[in-house]
């Protein structure tokens, strides 16, 4: 893995202590639509069950934990087996491997459905992800806002994320800050994420 994942046609987004590329336009206008319709009939979306403020609720989106057979995810005090990958996932998950050098055998999806679904603050900073994780974002569908803030003093920053672009999180971004996926008041569509992630102890398949 280079030290920065740098990729064709990014842009680095200047944040001290984190490791931030950009693409507006990763995925073809084509490719992004006909990605998005498949994952949008997909009838595998599940409402997970989440810790917020010591209590497990419904988390606020529909979500699909996918990767290789023992790529199993602990988050939010909940163990997610992997579902195996759509057909529609397996090309992109080659596409990114080349573009970035990392052999990612996981991602995390979520559908927002509308302006109130939404993610809190948190880092994937899990352990199975290792201490510096390689995350690569996708996002398909309606523009959102995406938050990042410091874990100590800095600034925070807002980037909007449309559709078919392509966001890395690399380095310390995971150990420096916390990110989130605000709700909106402004009407808006669907919007799918996919965070693509390499766990590094796969277990034994079952
Ligand atoms: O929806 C997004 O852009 C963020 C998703 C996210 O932070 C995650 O899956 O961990
Ligand atoms: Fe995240």
């Known amino acids: ?37 498949a994952l949008l009939v997909d009838p ?15 988390s606020p989106r529909l979500s699909r934990w996918i990767g290789d057979p023992g790529a199993v995810y602990t988050y939010s005090r909940t163990r997610f087996d992997p579902h195996p990958w759509p057909d529609a996932l397996a090309g992109l998950r080659l596409r990114l491997r080349e ?8 991602v995390l999806a979520n559908r927002y459905r509308d302006g109130r679904d939404r993610m ?7 352990p199975e992800l290792g201490p510096r994780p390689v995350i690569a974002s996708i996002s398909l569908g309606a523009t959102r806002r995406f938050a990042l803030k410091p874990r100590g003093e800095g600034r ?14 690399a380095g310390a971004t995971q150990s420096s800050y916390r990110h ?14 996919l965070t693509f992630r390499r766990i590094l102890q796969v277990s034994a398949s079952r």
Do not use: C, Y
């Open 1 to 37: 893995m280079p030290a920065s994942p740098a990729f064709p046609d990014s842009q680095r987004i200047d944040l001290p202590g984190a490791d931030l590329w950009f693409a507006p336009t990763w995925l073809a206008r084509g490719e992004a639509d006909a990605l998005l319709s």
């Open 44 to 58: 595998g979306w599940e409402v997970h069950r989440i810790r917020m403020f010591g209590r497990t609720v419904d």
């Open 99 to 106: 573009a970035l050098g990392v052999d990612f055998n996981s």
């Open 120 to 126: 809190g603050w948190h880092s994937d900073d899990e």
């Open 156 to 169: 925070r920053v807002a980037l909007d994320l449309p559709h078919g672009s392509l966001l890395v999180m």
């Open 180 to 193: 989130a996926l605000p709700a909106t008041a402004r009407p808006v569509g669907e919007r799918v994420n």
